[in-house]
T-cell receptor, first 111, second 112 residues
């Protein structure tokens, strides 16, 4: 059973068109939810960590929020350089540090 | 300065060969990982070491053997390579088992 599900699989946006990505998770105890950005041919780049429901983090045009069952990554007024695959990962309590990744959302922002 | 570096970046080899991938981190982190990213871009953990001790060993064929000579290095040796081993392998490190992980640039392994 998938523990981390991301939607949509792909998203095409016009420059300036804000949108949200979803990451839903089913774990018995959350020890952190992590957002990463991955560009083609590169390793995932860390964006945010969220630990508890109600927490929010922001960085430039990105804002991540967390509830008890899901997290959203909001992209405000995106630019073409925001094009990437966004990955969500969760860490459970007693998981010895293991990250469980979702399949990612591929975002393309056109000028 | 590259925080987590892997070598080589590309590896093309024939079936049946043995190969190694090296990883080094200069962040002073205690925990290191190997992840495999398949053709569908799904990242799956293979191994994790904490202070040179193996703490996660997922269902990975015995042909894969990690080795951590010290806290800053985690290498991956693969015996008798198979076509299905073709993937991108990522090394990562985190300060501890709670904090975020930082990834290397990946090693694209192609078995022909």
């Amino acid at each position: 059973e998938d523990q981390v599900t991301q939607s949509p699989e792909a998203l095409r946006l016009q420059e300036g068109e804000s949108s949200s990505l979803n990451c839903s998770y089913t774990v018995s105890g959350l020890r952190g939810l992590f957002w990463y950005r991955q560009d083609p041919g590169k390793g995932p780049e860390f964006l945010f960590t969220l630990y508890s429901a109600g927490e929010e983090k922001e960085k430039e045009r990105l804002k991540a929020t967390l509830t008890k069952k899901e997290s959203f990554l909001h992209i405000t007024a995106p630019k073409p350089e925001d094009s990437a695959t966004y990955l969500c990962a969760v860490r459970e309590t007693d998981s010895w540090g293991k990250f469980q990744f979702g399949a990612g959302t591929q975002v393309v922002v056109t000028p | 300065d590259t925080a987590v570096s892997q070598t080589p970046k590309y590896l093309v080899t024939q079936m049946g060969n043995d190969k190694s991938i090296k990883c080094e981190q200069n962040l002073g982190h205690d925990t290191m990982y190997w992840y495999k990213q398949d053709s569908k871009k799904f990242l799956k953990i293979m191994f994790s070491y904490n202070n040179k001790e193996l703490i996660i060993n997922e269902t990975v064929p015995n042909r894969f053997s990690p080795k951590s000579p010290d806290k800053a290095h985690l290498n991956l040796h693969i015996n008798s390579l198979e076509l299905g081993d073709s993937a991108v392998y990522f090394c990562a490190s985190s300060l501890n088992r709670v904090s975020e992980a930082f990834f290397g640039q990946g090693t694209r392994l192609t078995v022909v």
